[in-house]
């Protein structure tokens, strides 16, 4: 609950008082926090932004333009978390945070609502996307590696770098894979907004590794976006509404369970029954359908059992946020990929600190999003990967950008293309 002193202008959804006052102030997250490495600011790191949350809750503080740009610098990648000796659910204060700060900004009014408006009308709705998308795709099909590497300037490369490459055909509902033999369960996949419109071949790769392993995929009617970009952008009503919708659509007992491979989604998904809580219709149908959720690699960890895969290469791992420090997930990723013969695992110093992707973040602060994507880059040169493997459709598409800006000269893959290739190869040695 918020205290009636607070200067929120909007109580229900304001951040929890119990909530920023966890924070013992303690530092312990400040080195984690990719932001404040950059700019050495207090107010840039997760304490600053919770002190000046509390402040704005107790009533000694307004959120003016500067207030708010803190806020805004913040990529939501929640490695604040995962160093929190206490606990702070830092995620959950900063969508509370920005659904204050869009329900009367005091900075780039016009540009926050043209964003909630491309969230609402674009991205959330399955045609308008479809056909938004198909410039992307066509481009896609153009653009070979090698005439990206001689575009210029820079800034063009990187943006023509970015769009994924030889994704094929959008993966949409209606989509279905059922293993050659014996079915062992039945999944319920996500096929998202954007994943599904432009990375359909890593859908296609996430069911053909199930399918090897017994299980049939189906992406059902119904299903749509996540929310997860509406909610970090604080329009939490707009981000219940497609929680339900897909809750709805995917909560049927003949699921064993619903796999998702992107990473921010799954985050999300586990977090419908925290979106939801205060509602008493759906609150626990929420809660059973998050315990549900999946992500890709969890869930082939969890099923167990060996399926031969090989690929000489050398590959790095690089963490997408919200598989690490929302889900927690770091081992079973690099597991499946240590169970690759030929394959060598290159781990590099940063590989859990945020890309700069973050959602829209890179639209909206691209000075921040190519000072991370550029430290990443250093780091990829240096580990002498020759593939560099992520779980997030944001994250893929940073290196790409990355790869093309600074002439990395690597693959980028999500894990499900990379383990499915690997399992691929295997077979048709056999
Ligand atoms: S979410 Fe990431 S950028 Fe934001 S305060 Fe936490 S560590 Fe820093
Ligand atoms: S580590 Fe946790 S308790 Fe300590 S300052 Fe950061 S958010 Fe606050």
Not at 46 to 73: F, K, M, N, Q
């Amino acid at each position: 609950m918020a205290s009636e002193h607070s200067h929120w202008p909007l109580l229900a959804d304001a951040p929890a008082d119990e909530d920023l006052s966890r924070c013992v102030h303690c530092g312990l997250c400040l080195t984690a926090c990719p932001t404040y490495l950059v700019t050495g600011k207090e107010m840039d790191s997760p304490r600053g932004r919770i002190y000046l949350a509390r402040s704005v809750a107790e009533g000694t503080l307004l959120t003016t333009p500067t207030v708010e740009r803190h806020w805004d610098l913040c990529l939501q990648c929640r490695a604040c978390e995962t160093a929190c000796p206490s606990g702070v659910p830092y995620g959950r204060i900063m969508e509370h945070v920005r659904a204050q700060v869009a329900e009367a900004p005091q900075s780039d009014p016009v540009v926050r609502r043209v964003r909630r408006l491309v969230l609402r009308h674009i991205v959330a709705r399955p045609r308008v996307l479809a056909a938004a998308a198909l410039l992307p795709r066509k481009l896609a099909g153009l653009l070979t590696r090698e005439r990206v590497a001689k575009l210029k300037p820079k800034p063009l490369r990187r943006l023509a770098g970015q769009i994924p490459r030889g994704q094929g055909a959008p993966v949409r509902p209606g989509f279905e894979l059922r293993p050659a033999g014996q079915e062992r369960a039945r999944v319920a996949l996500l096929t998202g907004c954007i994943m599904g419109e432009v990375f359909g071949e890593v859908h296609r790769a996430t069911a053909r590794v199930l399918a090897r392993r017994s299980i049939a995929v189906e992406a059902v009617e119904g299903q749509g976006c996540c929310g997860a970009l509406h909610a970090h952008d604080g329009d939490l009503a707009y981000a219940r509404k497609l929680a339900k919708k897909n809750i709805a659509a995917m909560e049927s007992d003949r699921f064993a369970a619903v796999v998702v491979n992107s990473a921010g989604c799954g985050a999300a998904m586990k977090e419908y029954d925290d979106l939801l809580a205060a509602d008493p219709k759906w609150a626990a149908r929420a809660a059973a359908f998050s315990a549900k959720v999946r992500d890709f690699s969890e869930y082939v960890a969890e099923l167990g059992g060996e399926v031969p895969s090989q690929l000489e290469t050398r590959v790095t791992y690089q963490d997408a946020c919200h598989l690490a420090h929302a889900q927690r997930i770091t081992t079973q990723p690099r597991a499946l990929l240590d169970a690759i013969t030929g394959c060598q695992r290159i781990e590099t110093a940063g590989a859990d600190r945020c890309c700069g992707a973050a959602g829209l973040y890179s639209v909206n602060q691209p000075a921040m999003s190519g000072e991370l994507r550029q430290r990443k880059a250093v780091e990829i040169a240096a580990s002498g990967a020759q593939i560099v493997t992520t779980a997030n459709p944001g994250c893929h598409m940073q290196y790409l950008a990355a790869d093309a800006e600074s002439h990395l000269d690597v693959e980028v893959l999500h894990l499900a293309e990379l383990i499915d290739r690997a399992e691929a190869a295997a077979e048709t040695s056999r």
